[in-house]
């Protein structure tokens, strides 16, 4: 198994990517720590986790707020000794699809200071433990929005872009001290849209283009190389993949995981 014996905590272990990445790192051996603001959803995700044989624990913490968050590490750490892996899968609705006009600068920013503002705070508080144990891998999960243009991406763009930045000078910072950093870049995953907000927030776009949501979902995948978009579960192996001793050499990467719609 590739996390046998392995210490994962999940931030936004109850949404669709975290619950995804939760099922295949159970299968993979690991012992799963699951945080939070859903207790019904977290629940749901550690009893699908339990299924495929992992020892589940959850907590319901604010991945923003960076004293409940070290508070929640610690707690992990003391109860399983170590932290391996620490995956922030923390995502929430913003505004995508109109023109700079349109868009308020409230708007604009907050998917900017949100997903950097989480990412900074639950990767301040695992590295701690990491760097003393002098080893561990930290992941994060950006966009295609870093690398394409085009109307209503401006927000999207920015936080994307950022994110990766942080991620690669993050894995340069922790590198000496034996810690990986890999930042993973799905498309749109069209099995999430029923568990995520990406339902509403794609929806509110198709509806400004004046188009059926099949229909722009269609789009989206007309312009990858495979002629689909990937899907949950593809991501969560790649992340165990990513997570796991077999990927040891890699760190400062962003996996793209687009299908196609991006080449590298």
């Not at 433990?129 to 401006?154: D, E, K």
Request: glycine share 12%.
């Amino acid at each position: 198994m590739l996390l046998e014996q392995k210490v994962a905590v999940i931030h936004g272990g109850g949404g669709s990517i975290g619950g995804a990445a939760a099922r295949v790192f159970a299968r993979e051996g690991a012992r799963l720590f699951l945080a939070g603001r859903s207790r019904p959803r977290l629940e749901a995700a550690a009893s699908a986790a339990r299924a495929a044989g992992a020892e589940v624990s959850i907590a319901v913490v604010d991945a923003m707020d960076q004293d409940a968050v070290d508070r929640h590490v610690d707690e992990v750490a003391e109860a399983a000794g170590r932290i391996d892996i620490a995956l922030n899968a923390v995502g929430f609705d913003h505004v995508q699809g109109l023109p700079i006009a349109e868009t308020s600068l409230s708007d604009y920013l907050h998917p900017v200071v949100g997903y950097l503002q989480t990412n900074f705070v639950t990767a301040k508080a695992v590295s701690r433990h990491m760097i003393a144990q002098r080893s561990g891998v930290i992941l994060t999960i950006s966009t295609p929005g870093a690398r394409l243009t085009g109307r209503g991406l401006i927000g999207n763009a920015a936080q994307s872009a950022g994110l990766e930045g942080f991620s690669r000078a993050l894995a340069g910072e922790l590198g000496p001290d034996g810690v990986r950093v890999v930042c993973v870049r799905p498309h749109a995953m069209s099995d999430a849209l029923a568990t995520s907000y990406t339902g509403e927030m794609f929806g509110r776009i198709a509806e400004a283009g004046g188009i059926p949501m099949e229909e722009w979902l269609a789009g989206l995948e007309g312009m990858t190389m495979l002629g689909r978009l990937p899907t949950l579960d593809e991501i969560a192996e790649y992340l165990a993949f990513a997570a796991s001793d077999r990927a040891r050499s890699m760190t400062g990467a962003i996996a793209n995981l687009s299908a196609g719609a991006l080449v590298d």
